[in-house]
């Protein structure tokens, strides 16, 4: 397990730049460090307040990592100038955290390996709850990228998801996704809702609304981590 290998750490890390050709999802990254991508949870069309997403995403990352040593976690938006990313990389300077471990990346989750030359294993998704391609942002992105093959691998696993909850679902390597950019899975995350016009709007209760983006952080990476060991 990767709890086994910590003390393989520094080794791994080194061989990261070592690409191996081919991808078999019943292997994940033996050479690589294993490394999820995961936008920022609900705060763009799910309208949830950043400043308490940033200091979800700070906690959260900060009980993985000291869990899972030999594991890597990465915060993706799309532009220099997102707010989410600034807040959390001010955070990270502020407790003086592994970079190694967890650091914020610009660009598009679809392409983070062929126009990035970041490797992820896995990425995750800000999903809707029944799960359907479309609608904007990430998940539109995601699905788009991914062929029709994401669909029905997730059909197969799950037929919805309640917010605070994540599936992990495993990609068809005949996806473009899987054979482009070396992703083996998808983990769909459904988060709270601030936004009066989507299912499950939580009018404004933060106290509700961060349990929920707790539990949706918590589910994503135990859903990495099953992946992993
Ligand atoms: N690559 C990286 N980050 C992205 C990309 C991309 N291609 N596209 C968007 N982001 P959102 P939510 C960032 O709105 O707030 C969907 O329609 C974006 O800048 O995708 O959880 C679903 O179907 C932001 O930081 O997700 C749901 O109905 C983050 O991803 C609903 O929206 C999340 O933004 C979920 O809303």
């Not at 081919?22 to 999820?36: F, M, P, R």
């Not at 000291?66 to 594991?71: G, M």
């Not at 070396?182 to 349990?211: A, E």
Request: with cysteine; aromatic share 8%.
């Amino acid at each position: 397990s990767i709890l086994d290998n910590a003390n393989l750490e520094s080794k791994e890390v080194e061989g990261q730049e070592v690409g191996s050709a081919g991808y078999h999802a019943d292997q994940v990254c033996l050479d690589d460090i294993s490394t999820l991508a995961f936008p920022s949870i609900s705060t763009s069309d799910f309208q949830f307040n950043l400043e308490k997403a940033a200091d979800i995403i700070i906690e959260k990352v900060v009980e993985f990592s000291n869990k899972f040593r030999n594991a890597r976690l990465v915060l993706v938006d799309l532009s220099h100038k997102s707010k989410i990313l600034s807040l959390v990389k001010a955070r990270v300077v502020e407790k003086n955290m592994d970079t190694q471990r967890f650091f914020t990346h610009v660009g598009d989750i679809t392409h983070l390996y062929s126009r990035g030359g970041l490797r992820c294993n896995a990425i995750a998704n800000a999903a809707n709850w029944r799960l359907k391609p479309g609608g904007g942002g990430v998940n539109a992105a995601i699905f788009n990228a991914a062929g029709p093959e994401l669909e029905s691998a997730t059909k197969e696993k799950v037929k919805s998801l309640s917010p605070g909850n994540a599936a992990v679902v495993p990609l068809p390597s005949s996806s473009p996704l899987f054979t482009r950019e070396g992703v083996t899975h998808v983990i769909h995350v459904l988060g709270p809702n601030m936004n009066p016009q989507r299912p499950n709007y939580l009018n404004n209760d933060y106290s509700k609304g961060c349990k929920i983006l707790q539990d949706a952080y918590t589910s994503l990476f135990e859903g990495f981590a099953s992946i992993v060991m």
